[in-house]
């Protein structure tokens, strides 16, 4: 099942058209606003779907719980780390979850991307994680279940009901979409931004449906990191315990051989930098920025897919924040 919902929100991702390195970085610069039409576009259907799958109980997604190093303040987490992302975006002209269409597609910078995102992982299981330092010990149980269920939303935020702040969020992302869709209107795409956007937030109806998760791909990168160290302890230190999970791995399969599959049928491929302005990413950079992609996501608790796409729809003021960071940081 999740093999399948990572190719349905693979394909989506492809006939978007959102996975392209040169969308991502001038969307970065703002000098193409493709990738926030269908931006908000997802945003949007993907909380309809939520809503949808709560309704139906086919799931019970949950608001984001903030992202916290303990040093500065209770989002610092997900400052730092958005920020860090959107450097990496910048970079590499990708997300951990965009490298892999972009890998299907066969652009020459995602497979040296995918490295560093690996490498990432690797590095993130191993010392990042001792950066996400764990809270004073709660004095009591009750203290233990408030500390556990503390999931800001928007609406607790601004002190609405909860349909309210929803009807809200659907106004904001729907009037962004039209306004930019109206001052940028769409050139040489396969699929206008706003419908692939919708094309996303289906996927989001079909994770839910399949695998009772909100679509998000970094904790792929951390789950090979864990692998990764499980088997030089257990092979080189003698050390032999539990294998890690490499659950969400399977979703990562599956978006690579969903998007080259629609790539095969409909003939998309991606640029090998020859076309005129295009973005070519060198093999450095590519590398480099793949690390931060994946250590920034880890450090905010969310990727582009896990913060933008489902966390924002869930109203999570953790997903807010470590958003508005990755937009910051990739400018």
Request: include cysteine.
């Given at each position: 099942?999740?093999?399948?919902?990572?190719?349905?929100?693979?394909?989506?991702?492809?006939?978007?058209?959102?996975?392209?390195?040169?969308?991502?970085?001038?969307?970065?610069?703002?000098?193409?606003?493709?990738?926030?039409?269908?931006?908000?576009?997802?945003?949007?259907?993907?909380?309809?779907?939520?809503?949808?799958?709560?309704?139906?109980?086919?799931?019970?997604?949950?608001?984001?719980?903030?992202?916290?190093?303990?040093?500065?303040?209770?989002?610092?987490?997900?400052?730092?780390?958005?920020?860090?992302?959107?450097?990496?975006?910048?970079?590499?002209?990708?997300?951990?979850?965009?490298?892999?269409?972009?890998?299907?597609?066969?652009?020459?910078?995602?497979?040296?991307?995918?490295?560093?995102?690996?490498?990432?992982?690797?590095?993130?299981?191993?010392?990042?994680?001792?950066?996400?330092?764990?809270?004073?010990?709660?004095?009591?149980?009750?203290?233990?279940?408030?500390?556990?269920?503390?999931?800001?939303?928007?609406?607790?935020?601004?002190?609405?009901?909860?349909?309210?702040?929803?009807?809200?969020?659907?106004?904001?992302?729907?009037?962004?979409?039209?306004?930019?869709?109206?001052?940028?209107?769409?050139?040489?795409?396969?699929?206008?931004?706003?419908?692939?956007?919708?094309l996303i937030g289906a996927s989001q109806y079909t994770s839910l449906l399949l695998t009772e998760n909100t679509l998000g791909v970094s904790t792929a990168y951390e789950q090979l990191g864990d692998l990764f160290w499980w088997v030089k302890d257990s092979v080189v230190k003698g050390n032999w315990t539990s294998a890690p999970s490499i659950r969400s791995t399977a979703f990562v399969l599956g978006s690579v051989i969903g998007s080259w599959g629609l790539g095969r049928v409909f003939?998309?491929?991606?640029?090998?930098?020859?076309?005129?302005?295009?973005?070519?990413?060198?093999?450095?950079?590519?590398?480099?920025?793949?690390?931060?992609?994946?250590?920034?996501?880890?450090?905010?608790?969310?990727?582009?897919?896990?913060?933008?796409?489902?966390?924002?729809?869930?109203?999570?003021?953790?997903?807010?924040?470590?958003?508005?960071?990755?937009?910051?940081?990739?400018?």
């Amino acid at each position: 099942r999740s093999i399948l919902s990572g190719a349905l929100f693979g394909a989506a991702l492809t006939a978007a058209g959102v996975y392209s390195p040169t969308v991502i970085i001038k969307q970065m610069h703002f000098h193409d606003f493709h990738m926030m039409k269908a931006f908000f576009s997802a945003a949007a259907s993907s909380a309809l779907a939520i809503l949808l799958a709560n309704k139906l109980q086919l799931s019970a997604a949950k608001p984001r719980i903030p992202n916290s190093l303990h040093r500065l303040a209770k989002y610092d987490g997900n400052l730092l780390g958005g920020a860090v992302l959107g450097v990496g975006m910048a970079l590499t002209g990708a997300c951990p979850g965009t490298v892999l269409p972009q890998l299907a597609t066969g652009i020459p910078s995602a497979s040296y991307v995918l490295l560093g995102g690996i490498l990432g992982g690797i590095l993130y299981s191993r010392y990042g994680k001792a950066l996400i330092a764990p809270a004073a010990a709660p004095k009591n149980k009750v203290d233990v279940d408030v500390k556990e269920e503390e999931r800001p939303t928007i609406d607790q935020v601004l002190h609405i009901s909860p349909d309210a702040a929803f009807v809200l969020y659907e106004t904001v992302c729907l009037g962004i979409v039209a306004v930019v869709s109206y001052l940028s209107p769409n050139e040489n795409v396969l699929i206008p931004g706003a419908v692939g956007g919708l094309l996303i937030g289906a996927s989001q109806y079909t994770s839910l449906l399949l695998t009772e998760n909100t679509l998000g791909v970094s904790t792929a990168y951390e789950q090979l990191g864990d692998l990764f160290w499980w088997v030089k302890d257990s092979v080189v230190k003698g050390n032999w315990t539990s294998a890690p999970s490499i659950r969400s791995t399977a979703f990562v399969l599956g978006s690579v051989i969903g998007s080259w599959g629609l790539g095969r049928v409909f003939g998309i491929r991606g640029g090998n930098g020859s076309a005129e302005g295009e973005v070519v990413i060198g093999a450095v950079r590519a590398v480099v920025g793949g690390v931060l992609l994946t250590f920034g996501s880890r450090i905010a608790g969310g990727c582009t897919s896990g913060h933008g796409i489902s966390g924002m729809s869930l109203l999570s003021v953790a997903s807010f924040v470590s958003v508005g960071a990755m937009f910051a940081g990739g400018m």
